[in-house]
């Protein structure tokens, strides 16, 4: 369900100002169920298994580079009760900077706090360049590892220093809400107390002149990525960012899937100033 123009800047609004928003019943019922099948079938059919590092945990199953996998996971960067919100923290030239699932599974330890923007070698604070969103497949509680979070911590002149504890809260949200955040802000997976896992989609956006996380042209095979809906193939980089960054030999990307090319690039637009 598309959300009004005012929630929409509600939302933006609480980003600016806490690094944070939560967006309950998002997600329709439906989907969440079927985004929770197709993980536990990819878990299986895959063989994935949790990782061994600090970073991503031992107790916690991730799955990446999901568009690859299936018409469900395509449905999430587009969805239209989210994407206006990252639209407006970033700009409607974002782009997906990856997708991939983090089961928490009881008895995991508590993620490192960061940031997700860290490795950029930009001053802080600055202008939003990363708007991340984590959806909730299943209920995020204290107990069962939700994201712990550090509320304003997009605005401080640096970043955590890793391993080191800090101060935070749970973001508790019910199974089908977003967190929508932006990438400066201080955060990390928690503890999982319980024996259940605690199911979250992570879905990342960046802004159009910053280098994706995970590489969409080269892991997304283009007869893939040709089947996707305009603005899909628009979010992993089959567009152009502001007239000109992104083309080839001045040439739209989209014509690589067979589209014509309807954006003017910067040349063009020159002329008509």
């Known amino acids: 369900m598309a959300l009004p123009?005012?929630?929409?800047?509600?939302?933006?609004?609480?980003?600016?100002r806490d690094g944070y928003a939560i967006v309950e019943g998002a997600i329709e019922p439906d989907l969440i169920d079927a985004l929770a099948a197709d993980l536990e079938r990819l878990e299986r059919d895959l063989r994935i298994v949790p990782a061994n590092n600090s970073f991503e945990g031992t107790k916690t199953v991730r799955i990446y580079n999901l568009l690859v996998h299936g018409e469900n996971f395509e449905r999430i960067p587009v969805h239209q009760a989210i994407l206006p919100i990252v639209e407006r923290v970033l700009d409607p030239g974002c782009l997906v900077s990856s997708l991939s699932s983090i089961a928490i599974c009881g008895g995991e330890i508590p993620q490192p706090i960061?940031?997700?923007d860290q490795l950029i070698p930009l001053a802080k604070p600055h202008v939003p360049i990363v708007c991340n969103t984590m959806w909730a497949i299943t209920d995020f509680?204290?107990?069962n590892g939700a994201t712990r979070i550090v509320p304003g911590s997009h605005l401080y002149d640096h970043s955590p220093e890793y391993g080191k504890h800090y101060d935070s809260i749970a973001a508790e949200m019910p199974k089908g809400s977003v967190l929508v955040y932006n990438g400066s802000m201080w955060h990390g997976g928690g503890l999982n107390q319980t024996a259940s896992r605690r199911i979250g989609i992570a879905m990342n956006y960046c802004a159009g002149f910053i280098r994706q996380q995970e590489n969409q042209q080269l892991g997304i095979p283009r007869p893939i990525a040709t089947r996707f809906a305009p603005r899909l193939q628009e979010l992993i980089g089959y567009s152009i960012y502001n007239g000109l960054i992104g083309h080839i030999d001045k040439s739209h990307p989209k014509e690589l899937l067979g589209r014509e090319q309807d954006d003017k690039l910067v040349w063009e637009l020159a002329d008509e100033q």
Do not use: L, S, V
């Not at 929409?8 to 609480?14: E, M, S, T, V």
């Open 114 to 116: 960061h940031a997700d």
């Open 141 to 143: 509680t204290e107990e």
């Open 5 to 16: 123009e005012d929630r929409i800047q509600g939302y933006a609004d609480a980003i600016a």
